[in-house]
C-alpha cells in the first residue's frame, strides 16, 4: 500500500489525473458520496482499494464512466431496459449492473459476470473522466462498514496518510449511494435502495422485482454498512426511545423539529418541511459528527415511508447492525 506523510485535498484535476494514471488512488467527488478511485485497467491500483478500505474481496466494485459511448470498454450487452434508464437518470445516481466486456479485469467484479457502471454527475469528476480517458472503478472512500463521506474533509479524517490526494468538489448534493437494478433473463430486479426511488424507475421501465431479500443478499449488501463506531438506535419512536435510554448520554439525529426531551445542542435536524432531499444531503454528515461527540449512544428517528425514505431507513438499519 502507499503510504504519504499527509494526503493533500485541492481542486487540481491534472494533479489527480497524473497521480491516477500513475497507479495511485485518488478519491473523487460524485453527486452520492466520495468515491476512492483507481483506473480500472490497472490491476494493482484496483487491488490497493481492497487493501485501504480494507474490504474483502468477494465486495466488487462500480465502474465510473463519463459517457454511454464509453461503455464499449466495459459493457458486452446493453438490455432495452438498461438504455431507457441511461436515458432517463445518465448522468446520474443509478448503477446498472451489465454483462461485463473482457476488458474488465476479474478483481473488479469479484469475478462475477456482470460488472456494475454509471455515469456520475459531477462537474469536476466528468472532466476528470475525460482527461484520463480510462474508466474509473471508485467505491465509497470510508473504511469497510464505516460510514460514506459526503465532503473532501470526512476522506482526508478517514483515510489521510493512505492516499495522496483527495480531489475537492465541495459537500454531495445527493448524500447517498446511487440506486442498484440489475437484470435476470432481461428482467429488471432491484439490488440496493439509493438516491433515486424505485417508484421513479417504475415510472420509466415498469415494476420491477426485489433481488435483496432477507436470504439472499446482494453480493457486498452485508447487513452491516453506513456504521458509526458509537452504537446507533432507527427509532421509529423517537420521545419513547431517548425515555427508554435516558440513563445513557444520547444524541439524537431526526427529521424537521426539535425534541423538548434534550437540549437542542444534543440534537441535529436534517431538514425542514419534510424535504428528505434535503434530509438525505446531510446524514452522512450528521452521522461523522455525532460519531465525534462522545455520545454513549446515538438515536435515529427513521423516516415516513415510501420513496426516499425507504432508502434512508435501510441505511439507518445497517448503521445500527452489529
Ligand atoms: P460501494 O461502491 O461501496 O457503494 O459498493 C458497491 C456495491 O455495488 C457493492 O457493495 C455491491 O452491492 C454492488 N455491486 C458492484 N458490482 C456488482 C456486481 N458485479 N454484481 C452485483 N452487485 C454489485
Ligand atoms: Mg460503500
Known sequence: MTTVQETLVGKDISLAAQLLGA??????????VYGLAANMFCEEAVNQIFTVKQRPATNPLIVHAH??????????????????????????????????????????????????????????????????????????????TYISPTNAGHVKKMLN?????????????????????????????LYRM??????????????????????????????????????????DNLEQDIIKHRNHNIGVITYNNYTQLLPSEKQLVLCENDDFKTAAANLYAAMHTMDGK????????????????LSLNDRLNRARAT
Request: neutral net charge; contains cysteine; aromatic residues 6%.
Open 23 to 32: 497507479g495511485k488512488l485518488v478519491a473523487i467527488p460524485t453527486e452520492t
Open 67 to 144: 459517457s454511454v459511448e464509453s461503455l464499449t470498454e466495459i459493457v458486452a450487452e446493453i438490455p432495452p431496459k438498461a438504455a431507457l434508464l441511461m436515458q432517463a437518470f445518465w448522468p446520474g445516481p443509478l448503477t446498472l449492473l451489465l454483462p461485463k466486456s473482457k476488458q474488465v479485469p476479474n478483481a473488479v467484479t469479484a469475478g462475477l459476470p456482470n460488472v456494475a457502471v454509471r455515469v456520475p454527475k459531477h462537474a469536476l469528476t466528468l472532466a476528470l473522466l475525460k482527461k484520463v480517458g480510462f474508466p474509473l472503478v471508485a467505491p465509497s472512500a470510508n473504511p469497510y
Open 194 to 235: 439509493g438516491a433515486i426511488s424505485i417508484e421513479d424507475i417504475e415510472k420509466v421501465i415498469g415494476k420491477i422485482t426485489l433481488a435483496i431479500t432477507e436470504k439472499a443478499i446482494a453480493p457486498g449488501m452485508h447487513l452491516k454498512h453506513y456504521s458509526p463506531i458509537t452504537p446507533l438506535v432507527a427509532s
Open 294 to 309: 462522545g455520545y454513549d449512544l446515538i438515536i435515529a428517528h427513521k423516516f415516513p415511508e415510501p420513496g426516499i425514505g
Open 161 to 189: 496518510g493512505k492516499i495522496p490526494y483527495v480531489l475537492d468538489g465541495g459537500p454531495c448534493n445527493m448524500g447517498i449511494e446511487s440506486t442498484i437494478i440489475g437484470f435476470s433473463d432481461g428482467m429488471p430486479a
